[in-house]
């Protein structure tokens, strides 16, 4: 058939390909979505409409707190705005499912009970 694809079944998707490479290959060269989240705003909608190039918004985050690294968005990883030869970038500091450092675990901690 001209045009028309072969559709393969789902039990031989997954088997190598003829170039030699394996199908984790082939996943690693998988593009996906990334993105981080650097915060949060409210507007009224009257300076919304007079924001133009050079306007600053001011978001909920502050630079050193933690933002969350999304990829098909669901995050993946936390971590903390850096400065890197004049761009931004994140440092991951933890992956998503880890529990989050006490920054001083002696102030967190309950003071001993009296007996």
Do not use: F, W
């Not at 007079?50 to 968005?73: A, Q, T």
């Amino acid at each position: 058939m001209d045009g028309v694809e072969e559709i393969v079944p789902n039990d031989q998707a997954l088997k190598p390909a003829q170039t030699g490479r394996n199908s984790m290959e082939l996943l690693m060269a998988v593009e996906v979505p990334v993105s981080v989240s650097l915060g949060r705003t409210k507007m009224r909608m009257k300076d919304l409409v007079r924001l133009g190039h050079g306007s600053v918004v001011e978001l909920d985050e502050y630079v050193g707190d933690e933002v969350e690294i999304l990829v098909n968005k669901r995050v993946l990883a936390h971590g903390e705005v850096v400065a890197v030869e004049g761009n931004y970038g994140v440092r991951i500091t933890r992956m998503a499912g880890e529990a989050k450092p006490l920054e001083n675990p002696a102030e967190n901690s309950e003071p001993a009970e009296a007996i």
